[in-house]
């Protein structure tokens, strides 16, 4: 007796999934602002441990309801690309190629974009404190720049937010398009997180999110290439503070 293989029908978009992800990027985004504007980086150079630990504990904060909200939807952290690599040596390439697209982005923003706009650079006289104090750079630039900016926003921005809004656009199953209008939306939320940088800094800032999304998109939605990325931009802005090479000045 012969039997006939019937195709199964492709599985519907579960229901509630985009109202479900447009609710966890309305918590996000409400949670990022209000431990964002409620301690600023002024708040922290030259300050005691307190600030220090309250600094990096929100963004632990941050990571762990985004773990919450992920679990709730479904979703683990493999799925928005803290895994290995497909192809190891693409997270490198990535990382390269990264640098040197936000390196030509800065340039092009600050010398010609901004000024066309009637805009200033970004205002880093928040990180002026760096300079000189080997201490204060040390936290700057290793849990701040390498763990809480490097892990935590990557996990938080490219990560959990272009996922869910991802997910508000296209449902259960977006596609590239649907991808790419996220990467351009965390953008824009990540830009705004840094408005204490003054307007131009957030569109530079922006703009740089978006290029992380880039990377992270190209890299097979990886997030390994954009947290190395971020750690590295983060490092030696760090850097170029305590030497003095950037002068934290407006």
């Not at 293989?5 to 109202?19: D, E, K, L, T, W």
């Not at 683990?76 to 290995?84: E, P």
């Amino acid at each position: 007796m012969s039997t006939v293989s019937i195709p199964s029908a492709p599985s519907a978009p579960r229901p509630g999934v985009q109202r479900q992800a447009a609710l966890q990027v309305a918590v996000m985004a409400v949670l990022v602002f209000a431990v964002s504007f409620a301690l600023s980086p002024s708040d922290v150079v030259g300050a005691g441990y307190g600030p220090k630990l309250i600094l990096l504990g929100r963004m632990a904060l941050l990571v762990a309801a985004a773990a919450w909200m992920m679990r709730a939807a479904g979703r683990r952290w493999s799925d928005v690309g803290l895994r290995a690599p497909a192809r190891w040596w693409s997270i490198p390439v990535a990382v390269v190629a990264g640098y040197l697209a936000l390196g030509a982005l800065a340039g092009a923003m600050q010398m010609a974009i901004l000024p066309a706009l009637g805009l200033t650079g970004p205002d880093l006289s928040a990180f002026a404190g760096i300079r000189g104090d080997l201490p204060e750079y040390l936290f700057w630039a290793l849990p701040v720049a390498l763990g809480s900016a490097a892990v935590g926003e990557e996990l938080v921005a490219r990560g959990f937010l272009t996922d869910r809004i991802a997910a508000v656009l296209g449902g259960s199953a977006p596609n590239g398009v649907v991808v790419f209008a996220a990467v351009i939306l965390q953008g824009a939320l990540f830009g705004a997180c840094h408005a204490y940088q003054g307007l131009g800094g957030a569109l530079l800032t922006g703009a740089v999110g978006v290029v992380i999304g880039l990377v992270w998109l190209w890299s097979g939605r990886n997030l390994w290439a954009a947290i190395i990325l971020h750690g590295l931009v983060d490092f030696v802005s760090m850097t170029a503070f305590y030497t003095g090479a950037v002068g934290g000045a407006s």
